[in-house]
């Protein structure tokens, strides 16, 4: 069973930063997309960023320019740094895995196969 665990939520003030941790219980990250989704109170779970195994990105437009999607495949880490942050970008923050060999990123939520508990992250203005 793939477990991802994600870290460093917390509370910041608007203009400030954060840098989002995933663990991956895999034996590799090659062959999977990995994303990070957000969602807000009341609203639907969004897509935020993603990575392909061939270092391909996509990012939501709310968030490019600002946030950053990486990995360390070493250790199995992929991190989500979050610059400028918006009272907007409040919400409980996903690490999710998507075993994909085509290197498409998708952000349809449905299509990833494993989820992280999430970890919150309140942007204060």
């Known amino acids: 069973q793939v477990q991802l665990t994600e870290s460093g939520g917390g509370v910041v003030q608007a203009g400030g930063s954060l840098r989002l941790s995933c663990a991956a219980s895999?034996?590799?990250?090659?062959?999977?997309?990995m994303g990070w989704f957000r969602q807000a109170p009341g609203k639907e779970r969004e897509f935020v960023a993603g990575?392909?195994?061939?270092?391909?990105?996509r990012y939501a437009d709310s968030v490019k320019g600002r946030f950053t999607i990486s990995r360390d495949n070493a250790k199995l880490m992929v991190y989500l740094q979050m610059n400028s942050l918006k009272p907007e970008d409040t919400a409980v923050y996903y690490c999710?895995?998507?075993?994909?060999?085509?290197?498409?990123?998708?952000?349809?939520?449905?299509?990833?196969?494993?989820w992280g508990q999430g970890t919150q992250v309140t942007v204060s203005s």
């Open positions: 990575l392909s195994w061939s270092d391909a990105t």
């Open positions: 999710a895995a998507d075993y994909r060999t085509s290197g498409i990123i998708t952000t349809e939520k449905n299509l990833y196969d494993y």
């Open positions: 895999l034996r590799t990250l090659s062959g999977y997309i």
